[in-house]
C-alpha cells in the first residue's frame, strides 16, 4: 500500500533533528501511534503557502485580520484519496479510517476537563476544527485549552527559533511582518525571561496537577498514550527544540516531573520515516 505523505516543516537542516513544529509533531505521534506507514515531506517554513494552495484544500487557521494562514501539518492518504490540513483533523481521520491499527483507539472516552485559567485568546484560535458532541468534543476542547497555555509564552522561544541559515533572514521578516513587529525588536532582556519562564512554570501547574489524577503515570491515562498526550507532546517537542538544554532540562524537572516522564514516554511515538 502506498504510504500517506506526511508534510512537516524543514527548519535547520538536517530537519529530522530540529523538527519542533508543535502541531506537526501532533501528527507524528498519531501516525506513530497508528502505525500508519507514511512518508515525511519536508517543506521550508517560506514554502508552506505554495505547497499547501497546490493541494487545493481549505487554510486551517485565519489571521487575525481574517484572511487565510496557510499552516501545516498536512496529511495525503493515496488509499482514499483524502487529503487533510489540520493536525486534530489529521487524528480524527486516522482513527476512523484506521480504526484498530496500530496501539488502537486514538481516542479513548476520559475526562479532559482541564482548562487554561486565563481568558482563552480566541481572536486568531489555533484548533478551528469542528466535531459532533461525545468524546472528541473533549478532545478538540481540551487541543484549545492546551494551545492557548503553551502559545502564552512563545515570546521564550524566539530567540532559539532553529531557523534554516539559508533563509533566516526571509522567515524573520515574514514572521515579524505579520505583527507589524520588527525581528530584532522581539527580543527580551535576560530579567524579563526568568519572569517569563517563572510564570510558565506557574501556568504549566494546572496541566501538570491534572496529570496527576493517575499517579502512575506518564500518560493521562496511566500507561495508555491518547492523543491527548500528543497534544501535550506536541508543544513539549517545541519547548525542546527552542529553548536552551539547560531550560528544557529545568521545565522537564517542574511539578514532579511530570513533563519530563510524558516527554520521555511519548519517545516510543517519536520516530522519523
Ligand atoms: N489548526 C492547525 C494549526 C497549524 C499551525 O498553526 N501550524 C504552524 C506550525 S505549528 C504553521 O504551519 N506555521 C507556519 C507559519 O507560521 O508560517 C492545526 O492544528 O494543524
Redesign the pocket.
Known amino acids: 500500500m502506498a504510504p500517506i505523505t506526511f508534510y512537516d ?1 524543514a527548519l535547520a537542516p538536517p530537519a529530522e533533528k530540529t523538527s519542533c ?7 507524528r505521534y498519531a501516525l506513530n501511534f497508528k502505525k500508519t506507514p507514511y512518508k515525511t515531506t519536508w517543506v521550508p ?1 517560506g514554502e ?2 505554495s505547497v499547501r494552495a497546490a493541494l487545493n484544500i481549505p487554510a ?2 485565519t489571521f487575525a485580520d481574517g484572511s487565510p ?5 498536512v496529511i495525503s492518504d493515496p488509499a482514499t484519496g483524502r487529503i487533510v ?6 487524528a480524527v481521520y486516522l482513527q476512523e479510517q484506521y480504526p484498530s491499527s496500530g496501539a488502537g483507539d486514538l481516542f479513548p472516552a476520559q475526562e479532559l476537563g482541564y482548562e487554561f485559567e486565563r481568558d482563552l485568546d480566541l481572536h486568531a ?5 469542528k466535531v459532533a458532541d461525545g468524546p472528541l468534543k473533549a478532545y478538540l476542547k481540551f ?1 484549545t485549552n492546551v494551545d492557548a497555555a503553551f502559545t502564552a509564552y512563545t515570546q521564550l522561544v524566539l530567540e532559539g527559533f532553529p531557523f534554516d541559515p539559508d533563509t533566516a533572514e526571509e522567515d524573520k521578516a ?2 515579524s511582518g ?1 505583527i507589524g513587529v520588527p525581528w530584532e525588536a522581539l527580543r527580551i532582556s535576560e530579567e524579563k525571561r526568568a519572569e517569563l519562564f517563572k510564570a510558565f512554570e506557574e501556568t504549566l501547574g494546572g496541566l501538570a496537577r491534572f496529570y496527576t489524577r493517575d499517579p502512575s503515570g506518564p500518560f493521562l491515562m496511566g500507561s495508555r498514550a491518547s492523543y491527548a498526550d500528543f497534544i501535550v507532546g ?1 508543544w513539549l517537542r ?1 519547548y525542546k527544540g527552542m529553548l536552551s538544554a539547560e531550560e528544557f532540562k529545568t521545565l522537564k524537572g517542574w511539578h514532579n516531573g511530570v513533563f519530563g516522564k510524558l516527554h520521555e514516554a511519548l519517545e516510543v511515538f517519536a520516530q522519523m520515516d
Not at 484560535?125 to 476544527?129: G, L, N, Y
Open positions: 516543516i513544529s508543535p502541531n506537526p509533531w501532533k501528527t517554513l508552506i503557502s486551517s487557521r494562514y496557510q499552516t501545516l501539518p490540513g489540520d493536525s486534530f483533523e489529521n484560535p489555533i484548533a478551528e476544527a487541543n515574514m514572521m505579520r506536541g517545541m
